[in-house]
Structure formats: C-alpha cells, structure tokens
C-alpha cells in the first residue's frame, strides 16, 4: 500500500474519520472543482492512499474554522 499526505501527522491517519472530495462537495454544497482548488492551493489537507484521494474529517474541520473558502 502507497500512503502519501499532504500535511497529515501521522497520528492523525490512525484516528481520523476519512472523506471522499465527493463526500465534502455535497456537504459544503461546493463544485467538485472548488474542493481540488482548495487542495490544490494548500487550504484543505489531505491525502492519497493507492492513488485515492482521502480528505480527514480534522481537515476538513480545520478549513472551516480558517475560513479559507
């Protein structure tokens, strides 16, 4: 298995709930494009896991809290 992150401390990749970039389009209510240009420009963390994309729900909830929308 291949794990890549961006910004994701070890210790949360153990604990964390993982979301889809589907999964935080639908709950944000935001064009699929917005959720890569956040990850895109570094405002919402996130990491690969074989290739797919998986966003920790403390990501997601750190970019809310930052207001980085």
Request: hydrophobic residues 35%; charged residues 25%.
């Amino acid at each position: 298995m291949t794990t890549e992150t961006s910004g994701v401390h070890a210790s949360t990749l153990m604990q964390d709930t993982y979301y889809t970039t589907e999964e935080v389009r639908q709950q944000l209510r935001v064009a699929h494009s917005t959720v890569r240009r956040w990850m895109s420009l570094g405002k919402l963390r996130y990491l690969k896991i074989d290739g797919a994309v998986r966003i920790p729900a403390s990501a997601l909830a750190e970019h809310l809290r930052g207001g980085d929308q």
